[in-house]
Nanobody, 129 residues
Framework: QVQLVESGGGSVQAGGSLRLSCAAS????????MGWFRQAPGKEREGVAA???????TYSDSVKGRFTISQDNAKNTLYLQMDNLKREDTAMYYC???????????????????????WGQGTQVTVSS
């Protein structure tokens, strides 16, 4: 059974940085896709970044150049380095996983596609001006 546990959220001023972590268990070493999503109050959940077992990454336009997704296979941990944070980055951030690569004929960051099967409980990020 796949389990995902996020950590690293907190409060930071605009322009600052945070690193989120997602400890994963139950994932196969062969094929998987992991991603970060976020949901602000009153808004729909949106994809932020994804990475697959081959190391290929994809980002939403809103975070490209500011956020970096990475993974430590030895520690079974997914990371999201967030730099130059903006107030609009304030949201609950969720880790997600699926037992396939991120390759698809649609954008896996499109939440409405329901690509990811497994989800963590979320960690709150608050950015103040």
């Amino acid at each position: 059974q796949v389990q995902l546990v996020e950590s690293g959220g907190g409060s930071v001023q605009a322009g600052g940085s945070l690193r989120l972590s997602c400890a994963a268990s139950g994932l196969s070493d062969s094929n998987y896709c992991m991603g970060w999503f976020r949901q602000a109050p009153g808004k729909e959940r949106e994809g932020v970044a994804a990475i697959d077992s081959g190391g290929d990454t994809t980002y939403s336009d809103s975070v490209k150049g500011r956020f970096t997704i990475s993974q430590d296979n030895a520690k079974n941990t997914l990371y999201l380095q967030m730099d130059n944070l903006k107030r609009e980055d304030t949201a609950m951030y969720y880790c997600a996983a699926d037992l396939s690569t991120c390759y698809s004929d649609f954008d896996v960051l499109d939440y409405s596609r329901e690509f990811f099967v497994y989800w963590g409980q979320g960690t709150q990020v608050t950015v103040s001006s």
